[in-house]
């Protein structure tokens, strides 16, 4: 196919996710090749991947090593089944996920994407208290605007009106406690913030603890919901009400994990040791459909048994465990090793604050939030009064639309423009991609 051809049938034939295809039909873009942090499209036209090609890209595309092992892999085996039987590489993987988490995870339940992981571990902690007779425990604590991915279950533990009010009557009820939002709070002290929202978490757990089976949360970081940094403090005052009323803590590291935050885990950054966790996007360095739900054994051995007593979980996908994905996955973490990634990433995140800092000038930029390599910048209308865009005028959308023009992709949580770059993205290419932000928004906005 041509180029006229490819881009009259993407039009024609596919429905792209999170897109309004009206929006697809004015500015369609149709990546053909990408070579480390450069993505490039059908007709040559080059872009800074500046949202690591939706938060999953780590050492940039076509890494040798990478792709090196998933030939070797293919050489072997692309898939067998999980069911039932293991497999070389998802032993090996299985094994080193258990070495980097926190010391109280050793049980590696696989999938394929981030919201499988956590439908997973929804049923898997639902489970736990029928099969341990505590069988009230039911229900799934919340913050307000936390995202966990697009199935029913997902969205049940989720809290994004905009995503989720259709589906209202579909979903199962889960309790909100409300997020320590920072930037619109009337207070100006974070102790403070952190505190009455622990406070309100308190008396849910104390009023419910009995019918709760578990908690969820994005640890330090909020993603989809508006890149939103918890207060200091917050997640270890979680954790220790989880203790306190035994209730389960499940957290979603699908954004946070494998580094982003400056930490192998953001739960590292309190010292959090959570009850289950969940992990996809960074795993295979952004190659290969791989997602894992890591659990400690006490509750693997509440699924223990012989067949006859019925403790079995009954959950699986088709592509548990695939063989290229986990291959992909060892090579992603021995790099990992190999390059220090980490430690990169928390120098090049002090970079990044640097330069963005230069966005605080802009007569629009509301606020900045970052933790590690994870930023969103939230445009406002009214920076004194903190007052926002009408959403009609889609500000944040045109504002990532002028940054394609100028050479770099990324997308927006409404105002809130995503800055997630590939760990491997130079010091030069991060300061180009700022000053592109930087243009984009002050084009975009300068006429309110
Ligand atoms: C992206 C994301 C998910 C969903 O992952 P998918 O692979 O898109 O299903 C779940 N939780 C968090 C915190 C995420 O950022």
């Given at each position: ?349 002090l970079l990044v604050e640097e330069e963005l800092g230069k966005l605080k000038e802009l007569?629009?930029v509301?606020?900045i939030?970052q933790?590690?390599?994870?930023c969103?910048i ?53 300061k180009?991609?700022v000053?592109?932000?930087k ?10």
């Amino acid at each position: 196919m041509n180029e006229q051809q490819l881009l009259h049938s993407s039009k024609k034939h596919l429905w792209l996710p999170f897109t309004q295809m009206s929006d697809y039909e004015r500015d369609p873009l149709i990546i053909e090749s990408g070579e480390g942090i450069v993505l490039k499209d059908i007709y040559g036209k080059e872009y800074l991947d500046g949202y690591s090609s939706l938060w999953l890209n780590v050492h940039g595309h076509r890494k040798q090593e990478i792709n090196e092992a998933i030939r070797d892999q293919l050489n072997k085996i692309a898939h067998s089944t999980l069911l039932g039987a293991a497999n070389v590489p998802a032993v090996q993987l299985a094994e080193r996920l258990v070495e980097i988490t926190p010391s109280g995870l050793q049980r590696v339940f696989y999938s394929d994407s981030g919201a499988t992981a956590v439908e997973i571990a929804v049923k898997m902690a639902y489970q736990y208290w029928q099969n341990i007779g505590e069988t009230k425990k039911k229900k799934f604590v919340t913050l307000t605007n936390n995202y966990h991915g697009d199935t029913v279950g997902a969205i049940s533990i989720g809290d994004i009106d905009l995503y989720h009010r259709v589906y209202g009557a579909l979903m199962f009820q889960s309790i909100k406690s409300p997020f320590p939002l920072i930037y619109r709070h009337s207070s100006n002290d974070e102790a403070f913030i952190r505190d009455e929202a622990l406070a309100k978490l308190k008396e849910i757990f104390a009023n419910h603890h009995e019918e709760i089976a578990a908690i969820t949360l994005e640890p330090i970081i909020q993603g989809a919901g508006g890149m939103n940094v918890m207060p200091k403090g917050y997640l270890k005052g979680v954790e220790k009400l989880c203790r306190e009323f035994n209730i389960l803590l499940i957290a979603d590291e699908v954004a946070t994990g494998f580094g982003r935050t400056g930490k192998m885990f953001a739960v590292e950054h309190e010292n959090v040791q959570p009850d289950i966790m969940t992990m996809a996007k960074g795993i295979t360095g952004g190659y290969l459909p791989i997602a894992a739900t890591v659990t400690t054994e006490k509750i693997y051995e509440a699924f223990y048994g012989e067949y006859e007593e019925f403790k079995t979980f009954f959950h699986g996908h088709s592509y548990t465990g695939n063989q290229l994905g986990c291959a992909a996955a060892l090579a992603n973490l021995e790099i990992y090793e190999k390059e220090n990634v980490v430690g990169k990433v928390r120098e090049k995140a002090l970079l990044v604050e640097e330069e963005l800092g230069k966005l605080k000038e802009l007569s629009h930029v509301g606020n900045i939030r970052q933790a590690g390599l994870m930023c969103g910048i939230e445009l406002v209308k009214n920076k004194e009064t903190k007052e926002s865009f009408p959403w009609q005028e889609r500000v944040g959308y045109k504002a990532t639309l002028k940054m394609r023009e100028l050479g770099m992709l990324t997308r927006p949580l409404g105002d809130v423009v995503v800055f997630m770059p590939p760990f491997a993205s130079e010091a030069g290419q991060l300061k180009e991609m700022v000053n592109i932000m930087k243009e984009a928004i002050l084009q975009v906005t300068e006429n309110n």
